[in-house]
């Protein structure tokens, strides 16, 4: 193990270890197989983090709390981690952190963020003097003196440069920032994303389609459709106006006639796209959104029959429930595949398309395709 940057000796000697990411859901999904081993190998360290929603923003254009981001709640849910620093987004909540932070003297402190690096390199170092600090580098130009001079400071650093051009999935990104940190090695098995799912929720999912009048067992010829559409980077939504068009035309053939459709919309869009959908024809279309907890989604997920949606977390969410799944991605994103299972995808036909110009006759004719030559059945 003396290969790796955080020295075993270093590593079982701390009691405790800081984190810092800007880690999304999807980016969760696939980083924590190794938080997990990471504990698993080093039971004597207190694992906290931070979750920077900010993504490293300079700290005079932090105007709101993220106290209720949803990834909180299934940080919450890991046995791993000891503390999670919540309602950091806004300029007071990073003060706090950064203050709070300080006082627990941490040992040993990783910066996971590889957007804004030298930010993530700056708190760290005001977090601690003493403590080891590793950051990610790379792409700064030399004549940025103020960025290098926090980077400078970081006592290893990995640079990331050339690193993810030599991988082909993002587990294995993962995989490699792991291994050179704390020689925390996870075989491919192993890095297969997961969602643990309690019982309370399957049983929320299971109100809510009765609620929606959908019975598994009574309609077991009708799937169960899960549509989304949405994600935080316009690049990469379909409209509501297309949705609604795509499940008219879907709704058409044979493999689909009464099929039941779900399409998660942000709390906030649920009124625009409620009067979207009056006006077509199929009445077996449900809105959904996440109203208080992020395990609401993946376990409304988990009881469906398919999945179709764009490159985000849901994409991967299917995945990692094994629900079958027609993706709909960009050519400039081939690394953020789903890790495995069923599932098909719809590229755009040129790497500088959005998904907004993916054809829905292509969606269409994709995913009767996909039902028809797969060996599993609704």
């Known amino acids: 193990m003396s290969d790796q940057i955080v020295s075993y000796d270093l590593l079982k000697k701390s009691n405790k270890i800081l984190f810092l990411t800007h880690l999304a859901l999807g980016d969760f999904l696939y980083m924590q197989n190794y938080f997990k081993e990471f504990a698993r190998m080093y039971p004597n360290l207190k694992i906290d983090i931070w979750v920077d929603e900010g993504r490293g923003k300079n700290i005079f ?72 600090k590793v950051g990610f580098v790379g792409g700064t130009k030399k004549i940025n003196f103020i960025k290098n001079h926090y980077l400078k400071k970081l006592n290893e650093k990995i640079d990331l440069s050339n690193l993810q051009k030599k991988f082909t999935h993002i587990s294995d990104v993962n995989a490699s920032w792991f291994q050179q940190l704390f020689g925390v090695k996870c075989d491919k098995a192993q890095r297969k994303p997961f969602i643990n799912i309690s019982q309370e929720w399957i049983i929320y999912a299971k109100l809510k389609f009765l609620k929606w009048n959908i019975n598994k067992q009574k309609l077991r010829n009708n799937k169960i459709v899960f549509i989304n559409a949405i994600a935080k980077n316009i690049k990469r939504c ?64 988990s009881l469906c029959d398919l999945v179709i949606s764009v490159e985000t977390s849901v994409m991967h969410f299917a995945s990692a429930l094994n629900i079958p799944l027609v993706a709909l991605m960009r050519q400039k994103s081939p690394e953020w595949i789903p890790f495995d299972g069923k599932f098909c995808i719809v590229f755009s036909k040129k790497r500088k398309d959005w998904i907004k110009d993916i054809l829905i006759d292509d969606v269409v004719k994709t995913t009767t395709l996909f039902v028809k030559n797969q060996e599993f059945t609704f």
């Not at 910066?111 to 601690?128: D, P, Q």
């Not at 399409?263 to 009124?271: G, L, W």
């Open 61 to 132: 254009r932090r105007r709101a709390s993220k106290n209720n981001y949803i990834l909180y709640d299934w940080l919450d849910s890991c046995q791993y981690f000891n503390r999670i620093y919540k309602n950091v987004f806004g300029f007071f909540g990073l003060l706090n952190f950064l203050n709070l932070a300080k006082k627990e003297k941490y040992p040993i402190i990783i910066s996971l963020g590889t957007l804004n690096r030298h930010r993530y390199a700056k708190y760290c170092c005001k977090i601690s003097k003493d403590g080891f």
């Open 238 to 301: 379909w409209s509501m106006e297309k949705v609604a068009k795509f499940i008219s035309i879907l709704s058409l053939k044979q493999d689909f006639y009464n099929a039941n459709y779900i399409i998660n919309v942000m709390p906030d869009q649920y009124k625009e796209f409620e009067n979207t959908i009056k006006n077509y024809s199929t009445k077996r279309i449900f809105l959904f959104t996440v109203e208080s907890n992020f395990f609401q989604l993946p376990s409304i997920i």
